[in-house]
């Protein structure tokens, strides 16, 4: 029994002096002075309760935020993209985020940060632009290019290392003559539009850059692609045999004449001739467009206006601390 009171005793006394030198550690942690202003001294206690309060109200305003633009959005309920509209909030999103976004790197995620991002483009659209912001951004911008098309030369090729050799022959100034006779292919000539998924990547080339692309879809790739989609829809009553064998027909077809799979990307090299910018736009018969282009350019002025619209338009109470 003794020693079971001098064990017990010694176990509570080392407690003890943890416990003391933890409180000790923390108070004088809580006392170091971290900044002096004249006589005034910041301590780190002080401190900590200003970054406390501080992400707090980061946190619930951010929130908040998202929870009005979230209801707007169910309010005025936009459905869910198709492909073309998902391209375009693609481009806008890349754009503003100054980020490349490749279609195999989509996952769940992103494509709902993109459908997010495309639809409070459009309720800003909808509730705070004004005719006055946009004549004034587009006397400003008209000489600049805004839903351009692209001229370019484009040669596709499964063999990767062929293309990485043709980039390398332009890259040392070969002419695309000579480039042409040495492999013995040939680049066609195509026009690339805004809903094209490259066009993101080929708006940043000055005529006569070169781009190697690893998902390059043609225009009539994308064209294709709508219309397989519309008839897969329309012919869903067929057996499903029937529909196997239909589906192996076309795809055999399309690997014939364009050497690969119908609405996959190809690797590609892609010479920039021309753009045919914007300048002949007008806000009367392309506002929309105009509107698209003025709110990526001033997304983060235009979000704050939109937030201000939405606390006037709904209840939004924050509890006191």
Do not use: C
């Amino acid at each position: 029994m003794k020693y079971f009171k001098l064990g017990a005793t010694l176990v509570f006394s080392i407690i003890f002096l943890i416990m003391f030198f933890l409180l000790v550690g923390d108070f004088s942690k809580n006392q170091k002075v971290v900044a002096q202003v004249n006589d005034y001294e910041l301590k780190e206690k002080e401190l900590q309760k200003s970054l406390n309060e501080l992400y707090r109200d980061t946190a619930i305003t951010r929130k908040v935020n998202d929870i009005l633009v979230k209801e707007e959005i169910k309010r005025a309920g936009y459905k869910n993209l198709d492909k073309q509209e998902f391209n375009k909030a693609k481009k806008y999103y890349s754009l503003v985020n100054n980020m490349e976004i490749k279609e195999n790197n989509i996952d769940k995620s992103l494509r709902e940060k993109i459908e997010l991002f495309y639809y409070t483009l459009l309720i800003i659209k909808k509730n705070t632009v004004t005719d006055e912001e946009l004549n004034k951004f587009w006397n400003e911008e008209k000489n600049k290019s805004v839903s351009s098309e692209y001229q370019v030369k484009v040669y596709t090729d499964k063999d990767h290392n062929k293309l990485q050799q043709i980039e390398n022959d332009l890259a040392k100034g070969v002419k695309l003559q000579d480039i042409e006779g040495k492999y013995n292919i040939q680049f066609k000539n195509e026009t690339v539009k805004e809903d094209n998924p490259i066009s993101s990547d080929i708006s940043q080339l000055k005529p006569l850059d070169y781009l190697h692309s690893h998902n390059y879809i043609n225009e009539s790739n994308i064209k294709n692609e709508e219309n397989t989609e519309s008839h897969e829809s329309h012919e869903s009553h067929e057996s499903h045999e029937s529909h196997e064998s239909h589906e192996s027909h076309e795809s055999h077809e399309s690997h014939e004449s364009h050497g690969e799979s119908q609405g996959e990307g190809s690797h590609a090299i892609l010479i920039l001739e021309k753009i045919i910018n914007g300048q002949s736009k007008t806000l009367e018969n392309d506002k929309d467009e105009i509107s698209d282009y003025y709110i990526t350019k001033n997304i983060y002025k235009e979000k704050i206006e939109l937030i201000s619209h939405l606390k006037s338009k709904y209840k939004v109470k924050l509890q006191k601390k």
